[in-house]
């Protein structure tokens, strides 16, 4: 995995509540087995009319030039339905490292988090001034501080993570990856274990 520290980019809002996993990724794109390809379906029934890629939905904010950047920004609730490890997949595949939202649905939130992608949760009315900003607006999100700051204004707020992904994202590790790096320390801890 990539390691995340900082992030500053423009922005990409989504303004819509419960955004489930079906809408994020559809399950007829869930046949591939490996990770590459699936951001070019990524929001595919909002992109498209007809599912038809040289008909792009002109009112859908990913089809829409100035907007642009590697973080999302969606209402409350984002990834709730099925569990879906494709939707953190389609995410990080279309070019986000980052999404925020007042909510996240449990199983979405562990899926980014083991691959590479950064939920930020943040409250309802930091959340509605960041959909405040203009298209242009940067946001950066600063890992190691747990701090999330919109550009234009200063406003900051702070954002909890888990102490154990929180150090996989900054090192860019999965969870083997971890194991390997304590790997010294696992060997003498079992030199000198008892029973």
Not at 2 to 27: G, M, Y
Not at 46 to 65: A, I, M, Q, T
Request: with cysteine; charged share 25%.
């Amino acid at each position: 995995m990539r390691a995340i520290k900082n992030i500053k980019s423009c922005f990409v809002p989504l303004p819509i509540e419960n955004v489930d996993t079906d809408q994020i990724i559809p399950a007829r794109f869930l046949k591939a087995t490996t990770k590459d390809g699936f951001g070019k379906n990524l929001f595919r029934d909002w992109r498209y009319e007809n599912n038809d890629e040289s008909k792009p939905k002109k009112g859908f904010v990913l089809n829409n030039p100035a907007y642009k950047g590697s973080i999302l920004v969606a209402e409350k609730n984002f990834g709730c339905g099925s569990s879906r490890e494709h939707a953190a997949w389609a995410i990080l595949d279309y070019g986000f490292h980052a999404v925020v939202s007042s909510f996240f649905a449990d199983i979405f939130k562990n899926n980014a988090l083991n691959n590479g992608v950064l939920p930020v949760q943040v409250s309802e009315g930091f959340l509605q001034k960041i959909f405040a900003q203009e298209a242009d607006a940067e946001l950066a999100i600063d890992l190691e501080k747990q701090k999330i700051t919109i550009c234009n204004t200063g406003e900051e707020e702070a954002f909890e993570i888990n102490a154990y992904k929180k150090t996989c994202l900054l090192n860019g590790y999965d969870d083997i990856d971890f194991l390997l790096s304590i790997k010294e320390d696992i060997e003498k801890f079992e030199l000198v274990k008892t029973y």
